[in-house]
Each structure stands twice: as C-alpha cells, then as structure tokens.
C-alpha cells in the first residue's frame, strides 16, 4: 500500500507542477502547451520554495514551521494555478487528446517505452556512496526538526551552514513533503522523486522531438525509444545515464536529465523566433530555478547557456542576443562567487545567534 502511494504521488507531483506552471504560461493571447506549462512550473515551484526556505535557515526556524509555510503557499498557487489555466486547459487537453487518437500507435509506443524503463530502474537495486548523503539530509531534517543544522552523514551539529547545499534546498523540499504526505523517505527518495525524474525527462525528450519532427508521432517515439537504449547502454560516470538509472532521487539527476536538455529545448525555439520574449523568459526561469536542485547547476548551466544561446548572436546577426543570455547566466555565476567567498571564509552563515 505505501508504495502504490509513493507511486501516486509521483503524478501528484506533475500535477502540482503544472498547476504551478499556469499562474505563469496561462494567457488567452496563446496557446497553452501542456509539456511547456509543467515544465515551467516545475523551476517556479523550486524557485518559491528555496525563497521560502532560506529565511527559515537564516532564522534558525524548525522544519515544521518552513512545512506549514509551504503547504500555505503551494496551496495558494495552486487554487490561483486553477483559477487561471482551467478554462484554457480544455482546449488544451482536446488538442492533445485529438492528436494521440490520430497517432495512436505510436503514443502507445511512447508509454511503453517510459513505462517499462521506469519499471526496470524502479525494481533494480540502486546504491551509490551519495545515496547516504540524501535519504540521510531528508530523514536527519525529520528527525531533528531542523533545516541543515545536523550533518547527514554522522548527526553532529553543524556551527555554520555548508554553502554547497546552502541554496540547493532540493533535499529539504522532500523533508517537507515527507512531513507533509506522513511517508517514510526511503519511498519518498527512492520511488515518488526517482519516478518524478522519469517522467520529467521523457517529457522534456518528448519536447524535444516534437520541436524537431513536428507532428510526426512516430519519429517521436523512435527518439524517444534510441534515447532510452542509450541510456541503458550507457551508464558511466562520465554520463547523464547513470545518475537517471542509478541516482534519480538526487538533484543532480534533474540537472543533467531536464535542465540540460531542457535548455537544449530552449535554443532550438529561439533558433526559430530569436525575439520570442517568452522563450527567454522560460530560459531565465530555468536558469533561477536550476540551483535549488544542485550546487553543480551554478557551474554547468552558465556553460550550457554559452555554448548554445549565444551562438545565436552569430548565428541570427543580433547583438542583443548577449545581454539577454549575460543576463540567465548570472544566477549561477552570483552563486558560484558566493561558493568562493565562502571557501575564503569571507561569507559564513552560523546555525546560531551571534
């Protein structure tokens, strides 16, 4: 039973995402894409949360107070998520629904695909030397009703705030769900977020390849169906596989397996219309939203961003292509000095009042 409950709330997952996604994406001037909404509410929701998250640390405030918080604020976006996007969604959901029946062999593909991949990683035995770390920082927040003030791996207390998980509150978003659902976090960390992971990344495939192939379903599903064989066939540390089939539940798998490609996604629809504002502005959420996942994302989507986007200046003869990518690529530079700063000893947050 909990782990048909785990399961569930994976989709529970989606849904408060994309709910999320419709206080930004819905408006009756356009068309609302169902993909684009939930992936534009899953980086609106971490971004809220971390902006809840870090005065609660910096107040040396409870976890249960920063769960009561956030089930108030999700709650509300949600119910103005609702309010917003229900009368576009019908439209929305009829369309979809009208070009699976048109193609419907090949989205029954497409459902086999990410369901039996999902089933082969999901039963498979996942350890890795970090999987201590981040089942152990979710169930040490419960245990202690604190927020990063014990360390994960041993349980001493902590005088200051480690800046490499400082603003990547990835883990502590569990902590609260965890309290907020009653379930334990091993099914949490191990089921609901690595299921979650699954779906997020053939959403973002999916994406990808209805940008690249247009209306041909069946193209689709055949990028789909080679980018899952390359995953199976290709777990290495060097590569994204291994943390999608043997790390799901860390941040780093959603950095290398949504905000990556996600990005990738990105340059391809500016490489259509450059002057979409509204692709930039899902580029700079992502890039907001990105390291509240992983401290990596501060490094690595700075340097997705400047090998794809600004290209386009050169590509579309258009200098204003560079303030606008300079301008995505802040948040993670800004944190990244932060990181420095703290390494120098410069900028150290305690757990205590000084």
Same mark, same amino acid.
């Given at each position: ?28 001037? $356009?068309? +609302? ?40 604020? =999700? ?7 609702? =309010? ?7 439209? %929305? ?7 699976? $029946? ?16 999902? %089933?082969?990683?999901? @039963? ?17 927040? +419960? ?8 360390? %994960? ?10 800046? $490499? ?54 193209? @689709?599903?055949?990028?789909? +169906? ?17 943390? +999608? ?10 950095? %290398? ?57 050169? @590509? ?8 606008? =990518? ?29």
């Amino acid at each position: 039973m909990q782990v048909v409950t785990a399961l569930t709330l994976a989709l529970v997952n989606i849904i408060i995402y994309f709910l999320f996604g419709c206080v930004l994406c819905a408006s009756k001037k $356009r068309e +609302l894409s169902l993909t684009r909404t939930v992936f534009a509410g899953f980086f609106f929701y971490y971004l809220l949360f971390t902006l809840c998250c870090i005065p609660i640390m910096l107040r040396w405030r409870p976890l249960h107070v920063l769960a009561r918080l956030w089930a108030a604020v =999700a709650l509300a976006v949600c119910i103005l998520g609702a =309010a917003r996007g229900i009368e576009l969604c019908k439209p %929305a959901i009829g369309k979809a629904a009208s070009f699976i $029946r048109s193609h419907i062999a090949a989205f029954a593909g497409m459902v086999c695909i990410v369901s039996v991949f999902a %089933a082969i990683v999901l @039963i498979s035995y996942q350890f890795t030397l970090d999987a201590s770390f981040y089942v152990g920082d979710v169930t040490t927040a +419960l245990q202690t009703d604190t927020v990063r003030m014990y360390d %994960a791996f041993t349980g001493d207390w902590q005088d200051h705030y480690d800046m $490499r998980y400082f603003f990547a509150t990835f883990p502590m978003n569990d902590a609260v769900m965890c309290s907020l659902f009653r379930i334990h976090p091993l099914l949490w960390c191990k089921i609901t977020i690595s299921l979650t992971a699954i779906l997020l990344t053939f959403m973002v495939l999916y994406m990808i390849g209805r940008q690249l192939y247009g209306a041909s379903a069946g193209r @689709i599903c055949l990028f789909m +169906l080679f980018a899952a064989v390359a995953d199976f066939f290709m777990i290495t540390i060097y590569t994204t596989a291994a943390f +999608l089939t043997t790390r799901n539940y860390e941040g780093k798998c959603l950095l %290398a397996n949504v905000v990556l490609p996600g990005i990738l996604y990105i340059y391809i629809r500016l490489l259509e219309d450059v002057r979409d504002m509204r692709t930039w502005l899902l580029l700079l959420l992502t890039a907001l939203g990105s390291p509240v996942l992983s401290s990596t994302s501060n490094m690595l989507v700075p340097a997705m961003i400047g090998v794809t986007i600004v290209p386009l200046a050169f @590509i579309k003869k258009d200098v204003a292509v560079l303030p606008k =990518a300079v301008l995505c690529m802040l948040p993670g530079v800004t944190l990244t000095v932060i990181y420095i700063l703290y390494v120098k000893n410069i900028i150290v947050f305690y757990t205590f009042p000084r």
